[in-house]
């Protein structure tokens, strides 16, 4: 089942500006990643985002999360070619099993053009 | 370089044929994965595997049979599979002590296509 929807679900901007995606989901979270896939190739994990955090960075990259509207945000600044690919956030629940089961949104695929 | 190298890069296989998909981690991970990806689509949880043994099974037919021989190692066994079969097979895996807060890492993938 899909936990998470994306928006926009395409986006293309010139290199060097900036790229916000936006991620909504259902139900109570734990953490939300997000991560990266360049056309075909497996998934980047980029960035983890506990429930009690409300940003994060790690270089470029910007993550928002507001567990009251059950949502966040992934902004990649000065945008470059090498970060055309899909983006998609993905959401932990709970369980504190041994094995970790998380929920893909529906993604945003980012081009940047030249 | 992924750490997580799956084989073959690409299967073609009819509907009668029998073959396995193959993944392998030496990152001392404990948690294991089968996902499977339509085209500009999400991955879908297809198994999960805690300490070689199998914790989820997402209601995956039986022509998918998944195998966990030791901790590095994850195979997919592929029997009778159908044209809607076609996908891109993702392993991935985690370190499997901490619950729902940890990354996971996603071998390339093999792209199967069904005759």
């Known amino acids: 089942s899909q936990q998470g929807e994306e928006d926009p679900q395409a986006l293309s901007i010139q290199e060097g500006e900036n790229a916000t995606m936006n991620c909504s989901y259902k139900t109570s979270i734990n953490n939300l990643q997000w991560y990266r896939q360049n056309s075909g190739r497996g998934l980047v994990h980029l960035i983890l985002?506990?429930?009690?955090?409300r940003e994060k960075h790690s270089g470029r990259l910007r993550v928002t999360l507001d567990t009251s509207k059950k949502s966040s945000s992934l902004l990649i600044t000065a945008s470059r070619a090498a970060d055309t690919a899909s983006y998609f956030c993905a959401t932990g629940g709970w369980d504190y099993s041994s094995a970790s089961k998380i929920i893909f949104g529906s993604g945003t695929r980012l081009s940047i053009r030249p | 370089d992924t750490e997580v190298t799956q084989t073959p890069k690409h299967l073609v296989m009819g509907m009668t044929n029998k073959k396995s998909l193959k993944c392998e981690q030496h990152m001392g991970h404990r948690a294991m994965y089968w996902y499977k990806q339509k085209a500009k689509k999400p991955p879908e949880l297809m198994f999960v595997?805690?300490?070689?043994?199998?914790?989820i099974n997402e209601s995956v037919p039986s022509r998918f049979s998944p195998e966990c021989p030791n901790s590095s190692l994850l195979n997919l066994h592929l029997h009778a599979l159908q044209p809607e079969d076609s996908a891109l097979y993702l392993c991935a895996s985690s370190q499997g002590g901490g619950g729902a807060l940890e990354p996971q890492h996603f071998g390339d993938g093999t792209r199967l296509s069904i005759l």
């Open positions: 985002i506990r429930s009690n955090e």
């Open positions: 595997y805690s300490y070689e043994k199998l914790s």
